[in-house]
């Protein structure tokens, strides 16, 4: 790096850094200080809401059944509930919160699908989770955990992937009563976890995940957040996370902003992968380390506070099933217009992996808790476990100490100038 190009990137960073709010919670009463505490979170995914590739096995012996939607549809309310009780008894436990606290962690998002509060007409979802969702905050408080309630799917899908509970090329939530049922379900959700009972564990609600442009369009996305925000304030202090709907978190400045009618505790939500782009999947590993240190600008100069709430150890997209079940992995050609790159045989064995692999793997760790510390308020690494996919498994990256321990640790010093 020449001295111009140091001198050009100590200006971002001095800039991005006076950038942040430093008071939007100072006055709200929760069991987290989001001024002063740095946000080190584990999601704990494909439990109340199924993923595939996350739990490839329950899909694997279910012909044409590829979301949880597919899943109660097409397997009635009986077989469906049974399945379904099966995984959520045994898929996260609080010997699970305890080994998350125990590694460092502070905090736990839990994506969860607005059936498991409300269903509404011809859906043939189960409900149940809301059960071990209350299980779950129970753990975060007896362990130390704070707990951020994901509304991970909404009526509609947000954004057609299996994540939202179906996965459709129609992306319906801003059409017809969509909004307003999702509304409703955050009311119940704010009813029963944004007061003073939880406010020691329960310390934010994500008003929907990953909605996607445009098949949702960004003005009635605002009014909903508008609104949304709204449920959740008239219930108590609980922050309100946004999220950013893979756009730059500046954009949204000025909206939900104390210069927006004193709009107070709000917290942009921003995803980072490096995996789903056929370029991308491509790179060296050194590549994707490079891509970490550069793309500060699209998650910082925010005037909220700022979390990387989704991002992972990938640099492929081999997971089983992470493109949606029955599709192809772009690194190995199977995607629809991706083209080979290499095979996958390998790495979803992380026992098989070399030293070479190992090193990058933990490199880029590395460079991602780092950089996201220095231009946010911290991050939620996406996965807790996994069945098959130690690249997303915060469990396996532990045991074959990939991931730092502690936290701060770091085995490759500086990685990003």
Request: aromatic share 12%.
């Amino acid at each position: 790096m020449t001295f111009l190009q140091r001198a050009i990137t100590t200006l971002l960073v001095a800039s991005a850094v006076s950038a942040l709010p430093t008071s939007t919670l100072t006055k709200r009463n929760l069991g987290f200080n989001f001024n002063q505490q740095t946000v080190r979170g584990v999601n704990i995914g494909g439990w109340l809401v199924l993923e595939p590739w996350i739990t490839p096995s329950i899909f694997q012996k279910l012909h044409g059944v590829v979301d949880e939607f597919t899943l109660t549809q097409q397997l009635g309310p009986d077989t469906a509930r049974s399945i379904l009780k099966s995984h959520w008894d045994s898929w996260a436990t609080l010997q699970d919160f305890q080994r998350i606290a125990g590694a460092g962690f502070n905090t736990v998002r839990i994506p969860i699908g607005y059936w498991a509060f409300k269903k509404f007409d011809n859906d043939p979802y189960i409900q149940g989770a809301a059960d071990y969702l209350d299980a779950a905050i129970s753990w975060a408080r007896s362990t130390g955990l704070k707990v951020w309630i994901d509304l991970h799917g909404a009526p509609g899908s947000q954004n057609g992937f299996d994540n939202s509970g179906h996965r459709t090329g129609d992306i319906a939530f801003t059409h017809g009563n969509h909004v307003q049922n999702t509304l409703e379900v955050l009311g119940i959700i704010s009813d029963r976890y944004a007061g003073r009972e939880y406010n020691d564990v329960v310390v934010a609600i994500e008003l929907v995940n990953e909605p996607l442009p445009p098949g949702v369009d960004l003005g009635a996305l605002k009014s909903f957040y508008r609104s949304g925000y709204g449920k959740v304030r008239s219930k108590g202090d609980a922050a309100v996370v946004l999220s950013d709907a893979f756009q730059t978190t500046s954009s949204w400045n000025g909206f939900l902003s104390p210069s927006d009618n004193n709009a107070q505790g709000v917290i942009m939500d921003h995803h980072d992968y490096q995996v789903f782009d056929d370029d991308m999947v491509a790179w060296p590993s050194w590549k994707h380390r490079q891509e970490v240190c550069n793309r500060f600008e699209a998650y910082s100069h925010a005037d909220k506070w700022t979390v990387v709430g989704e991002w992972s150890a990938a640099m492929t997209d081999c997971a089983a099933a992470l493109n949606g079940y029955g599709i192809g992995a772009r690194y190995e050609g199977l995607f629809p217009g991706s083209h080979y790159v290499g095979s996958c045989a390998h790495i979803n064995f992380i026992e098989t992996w070399d030293q070479n692999l190992r090193d990058d793997t933990r490199m880029f760790i590395e460079a991602q808790i780092a950089t996201y510390e220095r231009y946010t308020r911290g991050w939620i690494f996406w996965n807790f476990r996994t069945e098959a996919s130690p690249e997303w498994d915060l469990f396996r990256l532990l045991d074959a100490k990939l991931f730092p321990q502690p936290l701060t640790e770091r085995k490759f010093g500086v990685i990003c100038a």
